[in-house]
């Protein structure tokens, strides 16, 4: 059983002009490539009911 506290390797095609947006998205906002493509995809499970919210990670306050 694989350690559900690693991140495991997921290999992906796009077409050029995708990879370039998403380049330029994860630069404007001061992240890798991979770590964008993490964020945009569980923030999509999370709303589409997949994936269970994170209860151990502490919320942002509103203002």
Known sequence: MPDPTKSLPVSVRLPPQVKDAL??????????????????????????????ADKAAPKKPKR
């Open 23 to 52: 380049m330029h998205a994860a630069a404007d906002d001061q992240r890798s490539i991979s770590n964008l493509i993490e964020k945009v995809l569980t923030d999509w499970l999370r709303s589409a009911g997949y994936l269970q």
